[in-house]
């Protein structure tokens, strides 16, 4: 065969393997802004258990009570409502939280400056966010060294160019080498500016949740924000059985404004809650009930999810574990409150402990993230990324983490029942004795009938040796690079642009380098 003569013949096939694998590739780019489960959660926890579960956390709520730190005005708020106020605890009279949780939407929108990646969050949804939070990085070389905001840009530019990840997320890494009170800006610029995603806003004080808000108004427009979510923030509990100023404060802007917050009891089970799963269970909902019930309280209707986040602890050391079977049973228990709730519901992630992208990172998370995605979680917070109990955010392990997401999609979409998938024509064409490779029906759906890994190595042992033996860490690496070598910014109206550079330039020099 003349070389003229393959060129042509895989042209008229589309350009032979590779053409197929950069078709697949330009598709993904695009992929769906969210999965859909059709298969039913899986369930731990039996109805006559989350019944003892509810009362318990009513219990809390009536008799030991919450604390609201540091912020007189929710204490009048809840006194108004009803509450019992004794000092900063409050103690809410049977059925009251779970009344004013009613006003919560079971499933909201929140949009994309991409209206083709916006996101559904409740009901059979899932949507899949990044690590969140961790002050150092482990960086494509495999450094471990404290975050920039360099390194901040190139996860969002990834998390956009991933199709396993449907969200931004908020604060990937901390970008140390910026002053505390101005790096919420750059943070945010990058999410909105390198990603048309769905974002986080800042919530480390009141006044940075409200440049979230001013920002957001920017890009989208104020009609639009004030009709509409277009921004998610996460709110945690100061557990056990506490909210401090910081959080209500960046709690009370959002709901004013009408968007999203996650109230979010942060728990390490055995110092922050009891050691059974439980006594967790109950006071996770009773702190995640007393959130949901003050955002209602502040404006009725405001998109609110039901986050939990609870760790065991190794008892010899006190150190946060993680893919055990305990944090595994409060998430599914957890999730089955949310729904008898009526909210979505937040938990999970690619969770481990582990310090580099090796087997323990690979089991750990494995043990979380599919309890996340049986147990039916809406909305799910360090999707990739996470190492090293939350401290790193790791480049290659984004990659592994993110590739293994597309894979959940195929795990919660059911048993494909259409006459395709039945696949009854193939086996009267081919019958008893022979293999279906060349069958009709295996022509017609080889590229999409099997989930396919584009970072697992699944050649001979000779084939991997002469390749470079290269193990799944350096694939990664590899990768990674190439994706960001190759990564083109998403198009913005270049006013809306001017406008969001001409205030952050503006916030930046109202505000001190350091606090005091």
Not at 2 to 28: K, N, V
Not at 44 to 66: H, Y
Not at 87 to 99: A, L, S, W, Y
Not at 423 to 447: V, Y
Request: charged share 20%.
């Amino acid at each position: 065969m003349t070389e003229a003569t393959a060129s042509e013949r895989r042209s008229r096939r589309g350009g032979g393997r590779d053409a197929r694998r950069a078709i697949r590739s330009a598709a993904s780019s695009m992929s769906k802004p969210f999965i859909t489960r059709s298969v039913p959660v899986y369930d731990v926890l039996s109805d006559e258990g989350a019944e003892i579960i509810e009362n318990n956390a009513e219990i809390i709520l009536e008799e030991t009570g919450i604390d609201f730190k540091d912020d007189p005005e929710a204490l009048a708020i809840l006194k108004d409502a009803g509450a019992d106020i004794k000092g900063e605890r409050v103690r809410f009279p049977r059925g009251m939280c779970r009344q004013l949780c009613q006003t919560a939407p079971s499933e909201f929108t929140q949009y994309a400056r991409n209206p083709e990646r916006s996101v559904q969050i409740g009901g059979n949804n899932t949507v899949f966010a990044p690590v969140y939070g961790p002050p150092f990085v482990r960086d494509l070389e495999g450094e471990r060294r404290y975050a920039t905001i360099e390194d901040f840009r190139n996860i969002v530019k990834l998390v956009y160019m991933l199709p396993g990840l449907h969200h931004s997320g908020g604060t990937v890494c901390e970008p140390v080498d910026l002053p505390v009170p101005k790096r919420h800006l750059e943070m945010l610029y990058t999410h909105m500016r390198f990603s048309d995603k769905p974002y986080m806003g800042s919530v480390t004080a009141a006044s940075r949740a409200e440049d979230s808000v001013a920002m957001s108004r920017i890009l989208f427009g104020e009609e639009f924000v004030a009709n509409n979510c277009v921004m998610i923030s996460l709110i945690n509990a100061n557990s056990p059985m506490t909210w401090d100023d910081t959080m209500l404060g960046a709690l009370k802007v959002n709901a004013r404004a009408g968007q999203a917050v996650i109230t979010t009891p942060f728990i390490l089970a055995g110092a922050m809650s009891p050691v059974s799963v439980a006594g967790t269970l109950a006071q996770t909902l009773a702190e995640a009930m007393s959130g949901i019930a003050f955002t209602q309280l502040i404006n009725p209707g405001t998109p609110v999810v039901f986050g939990s986040f609870a760790s065991s602890m190794s008892m010899q050391t006190g150190a946060p574990t993680f893919g055990t079977p305990e944090p595994a049973m409060v998430l599914y228990g957890c999730a089955k409150l949310a729904r008898r709730l009526g909210v979505p519901f937040r938990s999970g992630g690619s969770l481990t402990g582990s310090k580099t992208a090796d087997a323990q990172a690979a089991y750990e998370s494995a043990h979380t993230i599919l309890p996340t995605v049986l147990g039916g979680t809406n909305f799910v917070l360090h999707g990739a990324g996470w190492m090293e109990g939350g401290l790193v955010s790791a480049c290659r392990k984004i990659m592994l983490d993110a590739e293994q997401l597309t894979m959940m999609d195929r795990m919660v979409g059911g048993i494909d029942m259409s006459e395709n998938g039945q696949a009854m024509d193939a086996i009267e064409e081919i019958g008893p004795g022979k293999h279906f490779l060349g069958s009709s029906h295996t022509q017609r759906n080889f590229e999409d009938a099997f989930w396919r890994s584009e970072m697992a190595d699944n050649t001979t042992f000779e084939q991997w040796s002469a390749d470079g033996a290269i193990e799944s860490a350096k694939r990664a690496e590899s990768r990674a690079i190439k994706m960001l070598a190759e990564y083109e910014i998403p198009a913005i109206d270049p006013a809306v642009d001017e406008a969001l550079i001409e205030f952050v330039a503006k916030r930046m020099e109202e505000l001190p380098n350091a606090e005091y």
